[in-house]
């Protein structure tokens, strides 16, 4: 995406209002793909992200096992409606005991934590 962008700079016209509309939804629906690819792989696959995995908690289902790959493109689709709607879709976070969002909700999926995260592990050394 970043050669086409880069192509397009080194042309001699500006861009019209269509060519620079494309490039606009081109790299937003790029965007929307890698952020789910990357959610649904490591979530579905194990049930942490990379940043998950350092502070120490994961996703399963509620009943404890593993999310699995639908539940986490679930997850990540509540995720974009809970963003869409600037967070105030998953309020309950605050207000109810088990403290789930509205992506947690509609994928019927909780955060638990697993081990001490990363940092917490190296100062009882």
């Given at each position: 995406m970043w050669l086409v962008i880069g192509a397009w700079g080194f042309r001699r016209s500006p861009l019209d209002l269509r060519e620079a509309a494309l490039l606009v939804v081109a790299v937003v629906?790029?965007?929307?793909?890698?952020?789910?690819?990357?959610?649904?792989?490591?979530?579905g696959g194990c049930g942490q992200t990379p940043g998950k995995m350092a502070l120490g908690i994961a996703v399963v289902r509620r009943d404890g096992e593993d999310a699995g790959y639908a539940r986490a493109t679930m997850r990540c689709l509540g995720g974009m409606l809970s963003a869409l709607t600037l967070g105030l879709s998953s309020l309950g976070v605050l207000f109810t005991r088990e403290r789930r969002g509205l992506a947690d909700w509609l994928a019927g999926t909780r955060v638990v934590r697993v081990q001490a995260p990363v940092g917490e592990r190296a100062l009882d050394r």
């Open positions: 629906a790029m965007g929307v793909v890698l952020h789910v690819v990357y959610h649904v792989a490591f979530v």
